[in-house]
T-cell receptor, first 114, second 111 residues
Framework: ETGVTQTPRHLVMGMTNKKSLKCEQH?????MYWYKQSAKKPLELMFV???????ENNSVPSRFSPECPNSSHLFLHLHTLQPEDSALYLC?????????????FGEGSWLTVV | QKEVEQDPGPLSVPEGAIVSLNCTYS??????FMWYRQYSRKGPELLMY????GNKEDGRFTAQVDKSSKYISLFIRDSQPSDSATYLC???????????FGRGTSLIVHP
């Protein structure tokens, strides 16, 4: 139990579907993150929210749409994805005013686009 | 030059060996260092963190930082097959709270 919960753990969607990934953190942190991890590639930072405000958008295509209604919840809305978007999507959280800003990850959501 | 360099491996060792995993970094402003372990099809799990040069020990794991050389290491003593995973280093600077990750090193400990 990492304190960061992601649902669903596995998702298969067609290219015309709309789906959402959900993340909830129980650690009282103020910042939340979405990362993408593809096979044999490094972690790619997608979005960062700090106190519900988006502070980073790492040139992510508009078919990925984040939503952060409060500091504990983060969503990633998906629509008209491509097969190359198949990857592990990781949510993370941190307390940015703590020493070093250690971030904690969820177990990830495995996405397959068919 | 990437900010954080990490050899992807795989690194294959026999059970009981001492494992050394390493990262180099280029930004001298980096001051906080973390190591994560990621099992296949799971999220990364924080193993250790440190912000000073020198060694920090936790059980079979030792994190070492050499700021003068911009080099960090994770040593695993008495390695076990259950240590087989990908190990990622992550570093933050004082100016940004967003960590920079290495690409991870795949470790295989065979019985």
């Amino acid at each position: 139990e990492t304190g960061v919960t992601q649902t669903p753990r596995h998702l298969v969607m067609g290219m015309t579907n709309k789906k959402s990934l959900k993340c909830e953190q129980h650690l009282g942190h103020n910042a939340m993150y979405w990362y993408k991890q593809s096979a044999k590639k490094p972690l790619e930072l997608m979005f960062v929210y700090n106190f519900k405000e988006q502070t980073e958008n790492n040139s992510v295509p508009s078919r990925f749409s984040p939503e952060c209604p409060n500091s504990s919840h983060l969503f990633l809305h998906l629509h008209t994805l491509q097969p190359e978007d198949s990857a592990l999507y990781l949510c993370a959280s941190s307390q940015t005013d703590s020493s070093g800003n250690t971030i904690y990850f969820g177990e990830g959501s495995w996405l397959t686009v068919v | 030059q990437k900010e954080v360099e990490q050899d992807p491996g795989p690194l294959s060792v026999p059970e009981g060996a001492i494992v050394s995993l390493n990262c180099t970094y280029s930004n001298s402003a980096f001051q906080y260092f973390m190591w994560y372990r990621q099992y296949s099809r799971k999220g990364p799990e924080l193993l250790m963190y440190t912000y000073s040069s020198g060694n920090k020990e936790d059980g079979r794991f030792t994190a070492q930082v050499d700021k003068s050389s911009k080099y960090i290491s994770l040593f695993i003593r008495d390695s076990q097959p259950s240590d087989s995973a990908t190990y990622l280093c992550a570093i933050t600077s004082g100016g940004s709270y967003i960590p920079t990750f290495g690409r991870g090193t795949s470790l295989i400990v065979h019985p």
